[in-house]
């Protein structure tokens, strides 16, 4: 094989690798300098505030979409039956409602609000859509609202479909 060969079998594999890898902003509107949340794939990691970065990966179990890490974790059914409620290392999410809501002049059916609780105490909301994926995350704080919506077309777990 020749060295040309072999430098175009390189690229195509930095390229291909480039394609592949997605990246998902979330940005408190009250204060979009101090509260982000940057979830990317390859390499798959959380990227809080700009500073705190945390490696995440997905469940061993197909059955669900996932992203699960030490600065966050999210679970959803790829199949949701009549399921309101799952656990996943420690951390139990439950639906509260399913909307449909207007974002920015765009219709979103089928939005559910989950609320993830660790240990019974609830720590953090999710809007999420299983076409448009994570919306929106919310969780305690002391000062500002803290909201952070994706800022993009597609959240984080949207499906292959969305665009």
Known sequence: MSINKLILI?????LMEEIHAENWLYTNPFAPEKNTILITSHPNKITLNNHRRFDWHTCKDDQYICLLSGGMSFVFPKKLA???QWSN???TYSILGKEELTLLGTKV??????????KGEKY????YSVKKGII?????????PY???????????????CK
């Not at 089928?110 to 609780?117: D, E, L, M, Q, W």
Request: charged fraction near 15%.
């Open 10 to 14: 390189i690229l195509s594999l930095i």
């Open 89 to 91: 290392h420690d951390i």
């Open 124 to 127: 953090q909301y999710f809007l």
């Open 82 to 84: 009549n399921e309101k």
């Open 109 to 118: 059916p089928n939005v559910f609000i989950i609320s993830a609780s660790y």
């Open 136 to 144: 929106a995350i919310s969780g305690p704080s002391k000062e500002l």
């Open 147 to 161: 909201v952070l919506i994706y800022e993009g077309r597609c959240g984080f777990g949207a499906s292959i479909d």
